[in-house]
Antibody, heavy 123, light 108 residues
Framework: QVQLVQSGAEVKKPGASVKVSCRTSGYSFTTYGIAWVRQAPGQGLEWMGWISGYNGNTDYAQNLQGRVTMTTDTSTRTGYMELRSLRTDDTAVYYC????????????????WGQGTLVTVSS | EIVLTQSPGTLSLSPGERATLSCRASQSVRSTSLAWYQQQLGQAPRLLIYGASSRATGIPDRFSGSGSGTDFTLTISRLEPEDFAVYYCQHYGGSPFTFGPGTKVDIK
């Protein structure tokens, strides 16, 4: 069965970096991409961007450009999201999710999600 | 950037009642590239509807989606106890793939 399993909770100080992992199983990794979505406490969902499992191409939300990097390791079927220069308002649950994206076409609805990783930024 | 607005913010209903949730886009959404997600408290979102009207795998047929252009609707024909949750719409017709602010369906 399809599974996305994320790394554990993190506590960081302002200005630091965090790297969250998303280990996948149960499907063809290179036929899908991984999206990252975050949710601040008590707030809605915020699209962060996505990375293709096929060719590693990325597309980031404009408000995170320059601070976020998404990568994949095809050998371990794992996606990574690194966020730098952390601020207190980056405190959120970070989710990875799967989207279909082959060499031919992409469908960007998110059909499977990880369990979420709480990142707390506090001095 | 397409901005999505959802209404109402909160919908208070009883089990067995019909729920109608609205999602409006600031500009036309390309090729009915709209999805609906359900989020229970403390859980990850779950895909309900994609392509505006296609049910995701395993989603009961009491959930249905409709609409095109700028106006979309999620209907739950008869609310079950497990349907009380927050519902988000999301467009994916062009980057960035933004989400609406959500509609909370709670028990009256």
């Amino acid at each position: 069965q399809v599974q996305l399993v994320q790394s554990g909770a993190e506590v960081k100080k302002p200005g630091a970096s965090v790297k969250v992992s998303c280990r996948t199983s149960g499907y063809s990794f290179t036929t899908y991409g991984i999206a990252w979505v975050r949710q601040a406490p008590g707030q809605g969902l915020e699209w962060m961007g996505w990375i293709s499992g096929y060719n590693g191409n990325t597309d980031y939300a404009q408000n995170l450009q320059g601070r976020v990097t998404m990568t994949t390791d095809t050998s371990t079927r794992t996606g990574y999201m690194e966020l730098r220069s952390l601020r207190t308002d980056d405190t959120a649950v970070y989710y990875c999710a799967r989207l279909y994206c082959s060499s031919v076409t992409c469908y960007f609805h998110l059909d499977y999600w990880g369990q979420g990783t709480l990142v707390t930024v506090s001095s | 950037e397409i901005v999505l607005t959802q209404s109402p913010g909160t919908l208070s209903l009883s089990p067995g009642e019909r729920a109608t949730l609205s999602c409006r886009a600031s500009q036309s959404v390309r090729s009915t590239s709209l999805a609906w997600y359900q989020q229970q408290l403390g859980q990850a979102p779950r895909l309900l509807i994609y392509g505006a009207s296609s049910r995701a795998t395993g989603i009961p047929d009491r959930f249905s989606g409709s609409g095109s252009g700028t106006d979309f609707t999620l209907t739950i024909s008869r609310l079950e106890p497990e349907d009380f949750a927050v519902y988000y719409c999301q467009h994916y017709g062009g980057s960035p793939f933004t989400f609406g602010p959500g509609t909370k369906v709670d028990i009256k």
